[in-house]
C-alpha cells in the first residue's frame, strides 16, 4: 500500500467514533467464532394492529415478476432471484427493500405471493439479510400484513427471526441514517409483535438518535434534503402508529416523537422551493424520496404544527426575493464521523427564477464506486470555487471523506453572508465568499488568500436545455445576466446534470478562470 493510500486512510477514520470502530471488530470477530441462531418463537396470542397508507409508494412492481428501481426496469422471466446483482448493490437493495407491497392499487395477493417467493429463498439470502434492508422490509411487512388483516405464522416466524437479527445486529459501526432506520423498524416490530424487550431497545436508540441527529433548526445532520424527507416519512410513519394502536398510547414516546417531527417539517419547508421540489444537494436524487408536499399532507393528517423556520444550524440559508430563490451553503459538509452522503461543495449554491431552476447542483446519479460518482461528489460539480483542480475536502472511495474544509469565518448581516473556509489550506489557499442580494440582484465576491497564476475556476451548472449567449465577457440567460469582474477567460462545457438514479441530460455549465479575485454580479 502506497504512503498517498495511508494517509488517506487515516485522514478518514481519524474522525470515526469509538462506538464505530469497537463495533466493526467486534462484528468482524463475533462472525468468526460463532455462528449465533436467531430462530425464536414470536410472543403469543398477538392481535392485529391497525395501519393505514396516508401515502403510497411509486410503483416498482410492474406486474408479474418485473420490477423497475433506479430507472432500471428488470423481467425475471422465470423465478426471482432476490440476489440479483446485475445493475449493482442498490438495485438489489431495492429489490429487498418491498417497498412495492405499499404502492398504490397493489393486490394483496400479489403481495402474498411475493413474501412467500421471498421466504422460499430465505436460505439463499445474500445482501437482504444485511440490517439495513432488514428494516425496511421489515416495516414494508408489517404496514401489508396489517393494512390487509393477514394473520400468518409462517410469514410471522420469519419476520420475528429477521427482528433477532436485527437486534443482535444493530449499525453501530456505521451510526447515521442507518442506525435511526434500524430503530424505525424496530419500533414497528415492537407494536406488531407486543414485544416489551423490543420496544424497550427502539425506544432508547430513538430517542439518543434523534436527539443527537437533528440538528437545532430542525435539518437532519447529513445535510442531504433527500434523506431528510425519507427519515421525516419514517417518524411519521411511527407517530402515525401510535395514533391508531392504544398498546402504549399513554407513553411519553409520543410527544417526543411529533416534537422532533415538527422540527424536520419545518426545515423542510423552509429548504423546499415554492415549486415543490428540494435542493438536489449531498446525494439528493430525484424520485427516490416522498416529495416535500406529500409529508406536509401526512403531517397536517396528523396534526403535528409546523412553520417556516429561520436555518442556521444546517450551515445551509434561502434567500426568497418577488422573483427569484437562491439557496447557499455556507456551512461545514455533515458530522465528522458519518459523511458517507457529504459531497465537496462548500460555498455551492443553486438559483430559481420564477420558478424555474436555473443554475443547479448536478446532482446524483449513482452509489456505484465508479468515476462517474467520484465526479458528482468533487467540487467541480458544483457551484463553487475549485483552485489547482483539488477538491476542497477529499471525497473518495465512493462514501468517504479525509480531510474535510472547515468554515473558519462566517459573518452575517441584513441582506449579506461572507465566510471563509480552509479546504485548500494543504495547497496553500484560504477561500473567501460573500454573497450579496436585493430584490434584483445577487452578487458573488470570491478572494483568494494570495494569487493564484490563473489556476482558480469559478463553476456555474445551467439547468439542461438553458438558452444563453455569452457577449463581451456577459452571459444572458432569459431575463437574467451574469457579468464577471476579474475574470481571465469565460469557457463552456458539457455536463451530465443529474435527474434521477441512473438518468442523466446533457447541460452546460460555465467555468470563469480567475487569479485571486472575481466578482459575480447576476441581474434579475
Not at 401489508?144 to 410471522?156: A, G, P, Q, R, T
Not at 424536520?264 to 439528493?284: A, H, Q, R
Not at 471525497?395 to 473556509?421: C, D, M, Q, Y
Request: proline share 2%; aromatic share 14%.
Amino acid at each position: 500500500m502506497d504512503i498517498n493510500r495511508v494517509k488517506l486512510l487515516l485522514n478518514t477514520v481519524k474522525y470515526l467514533r469509538f462506538i464505530q470502530v469497537y463495533y466493526r471488530f467486534y462484528y468482524f470477530f463475533r462472525a468468526k467464532v460463532r455462528s449465533k441462531n436467531y430462530k425464536k418463537k414470536p410472543p403469543k396470542n398477538i392481535h392485529n394492529i391497525q395501519w393505514k397508507n396516508v401515502v403510497r409508494h411509486s410503483n416498482t412492481f410492474l406486474s408479474h415478476n418485473t420490477f423497475s428501481f433506479l430507472n432500471i426496469q428488470h423481467d425475471f422471466l422465470e423465478k426471482i432471484d432476490w440476489n440479483y446483482n446485475g445493475y449493482g448493490k442498490l438495485w438489489t437493495y431495492n429489490l429487498n427493500y418491498f417497498d412495492f407491497l405499499n404502492q398504490k392499487e397493489f393486490n394483496q395477493e400479489d403481495g402474498i405471493g411475493l413474501i412467500n417467493n421471498y421466504i422460499s429463498s430465505n436460505k439463499f439470502l445474500k445482501d437482504g439479510k444485511e440490517p439495513y434492508p432488514i428494516s425496511l422490509r421489515a416495516i414494508n411487512w408489517v404496514k401489508f400484513l396489517s393494512e390487509h388483516k393477514v394473520k400468518d405464522e409462517k410469514i410471522d416466524q420469519i419476520l420475528y427471526n429477521d427482528y433477532q437479527v436485527l437486534l443482535n445486529n444493530l449499525e453501530y459501526h456505521l451510526l447515521g441514517n442507518h442506525l435511526l432506520e434500524n430503530a424505525f423498524s424496530l419500533f414497528f416490530g415492537a407494536y406488531y409483535f407486543q414485544d416489551e424487550g423490543i420496544y424497550k431497545k427502539a425506544k432508547r436508540v430513538l430517542v439518543s438518535q434523534l436527539n443527537e441527529q437533528i440538528l437545532k433548526d430542525g435539518g437532519h445532520f447529513e445535510l442531504s434534503p433527500m434523506y431528510h424527507q425519507i427519515l421525516l416519512n419514517r417518524l411519521l410513519d411511527c407517530i402515525q402508529l401510535i395514533q391508531l394502536n392504544n398498546w402504549k398510547n399513554n407513553d411519553d414516546i409520543k410527544c417526543f416523537l411529533i416534537e422532533k417531527a415538527s422540527q424536520m417539517l419545518s426545515w423542510l419547508t423552509s429548504v423546499t422551493y415554492k415549486n415543490g421540489e428540494i435542493p438536489m444537494v449531498n446525494d439528493s436524487a430525484v424520485g427516490i424520496a416522498l416529495s416535500s408536499k406529500e409529508l406536509f399532507h401526512y403531517g397536517s393528517k396528523l396534526n403535528i404544527p409546523f412553520e417556516e423556520v429561520k436555518l442556521f444550524d444546517s450551515g445551509y440559508r434561502k434567500i426568497i426575493a418577488k422573483n427569484y430563490e437562491f439557496f447557499i451553503d455556507v456551512g461545514n459538509i455533515g458530522v465528522d464521523y458519518q459523511p458517507a452522503h457529504a459531497h465537496s461543495d462548500t460555498f455551492s449554491f443553486e438559483l430559481i427564477y420564477k420558478g424555474t431552476p436555473v443554475i443547479v447542483d448536478t446532482g446524483t446519479s449513482t452509489y456505484e464506486k465508479d468515476d462517474r460518482r467520484q465526479l458528482e461528489r468533487g467540487t467541480s460539480s458544483h457551484n463553487t470555487v475549485q483552485i489547482e483542480s483539488s477538491n476542497q475536502s477529499q471525497v473518495w472511495g465512493g462514501f468517504r471523506v479525509a480531510k474535510r474544509a472547515r468554515i473558519k469565518e462566517l459573518s452575517e448581516s441584513g441582506n449579506k453572508i461572507s465566510a471563509t473556509h480552509n479546504g485548500y489550506q494543504p495547497i496553500g489557499y484560504l477561500h473567501t465568499r460573500s454573497f450579496q442580494w436585493d430584490e434584483d440582484f445577487v452578487e458573488i465576491k470570491d478572494k483568494i488568500s494570495k494569487p493564484t497564476n490563473n489556476k482558480a475556476e469559478a463553476f456555474f451548472h445551467l439547468e439542461a436545455g438553458t438558452d444563453f449567449e455569452i457577449k463581451k465577457g456577459k452571459v444572458f440567460i432569459g431575463d437574467i445576466n451574469l457579468e464577471f469582474e476579474g475574470a481571465s477567460s469565460i469557457e463552456v462545457k458539457k455536463y451530465h446534470l443529474a435527474k434521477g438514479f441512473n438518468k442523466t441530460k446533457d447541460a452546460q455549465k460555465i467555468i470563469i478562470t480567475f487569479d485571486q479575485y472575481l466578482v459575480t454580479k447576476i441581474s434579475l
